[in-house]
């Protein structure tokens, strides 16, 4: 099994700035991809960025230039730097992540329980 532990989100005021963190631990054979997606109210759940194991990252056209994610391979973790946060931007955020648990098996994917984010005055 592979748990995924978010931390950092909370209220903020528009503008601000927050950080999220996520760990991963538990039976990995081989971390791949790590990113994030967040699900607004009455919104499906869409994707903000990620990160390759070599840092290669993506992001949602709509976040570029405030959202930044970054990786620690050898902490297993992988962050969202959020400046300049929007009302638009509150939603649930989700890690995500592309795990091999075995040589043998494919990678599938992994997600954690998800940290609120709320921008407003």
């Known amino acids: 099994q592979v748990q995924l532990v978010e931390s950092g989100g909370g209220l903020v005021q528009p503008g601000g700035s927050l950080r999220l963190s996520c760990t991963a631990s538990g039976s990995i054979f081989r971390l791949n991809a790590m990113g994030w997606y967040r699900r607004a109210p009455g919104k499906q759940r869409e994707l903000v960025a990620t990160a390759t194991s070599g840092s290669t990252t993506t992001y949602a056209d709509s976040l570029k230039g405030r959202f930044t994610i970054s990786r620690d391979n050898a902490k297993k973790s992988v962050y969202l730097q959020m400046n300049d946060l929007k009302p638009e931007d509150t939603a649930v955020y989700y890690c995500?992540?592309?795990?091999?648990?075995?040589?043998?098996?494919?990678?599938?994917?992994?997600w954690g329980q998800g940290t609120q984010v709320t921008v407003s005055s």
């Open positions: 995500w992540a592309s795990v091999r648990t075995s040589p043998v098996l494919p990678s599938g994917d992994y």
